[in-house]
């Protein structure tokens, strides 16, 4: 199966979960890190993608915009199914709708969804996302 991960933000538990994911899913998959800053980079020929964004702190930046913006400007996507992850804060409610709205709006099915509230979950979230894209 060819997996895309794709990480908007800065935020040290993110980044972690996506080290880890690329770590255990690169054994028995094709996995690709997608790189915002490429103008070029196609979402085409993924058969899942893994969406982690950092919802900062409550006056920090917001990335709904720049993932909006990412998927208007990479156009098709071939990948039917999604997991989105975003670490906890404090109302995190309305932003994860808005994070839930963009992906669904770019045509994806969205398989698992969590907020992440410490480093202790990711091996757990980990073996989730293993265990379903394996089946």
Sequence with gaps: MRIGIIEFGQNKIIHKLRVELVK?????H??????????NEKLTG??????????SSILGKKYDTEMQSFFRKHGT?????ASFFTNERLFINKLFVKYMTILEKAGLIMDM????????????ITANIKTRITG
């Excluded at 255990?24 to 028995?28: G, P, R, S, V």
């Excluded at 996507?77 to 199914?81: E, V």
């Excluded at 969804?113 to 757990?124: G, L, M, P, Q, V």
């Design 46 to 55: 993924l058969n899942y993608l893994v969406v982690l964004a950092d919802s």
């Design 77 to 81: 996507i071939t990948a039917k199914y």
């Design 113 to 124: 969804t969590d907020t992440i509230k410490n480093e202790d979950e990711i091996e757990e």
């Design 24 to 28: 255990k899913l690169a054994m028995q």
């Design 30 to 39: 094709y996995v690709k890190e997608i790189d915002l800053r490429d103008e």
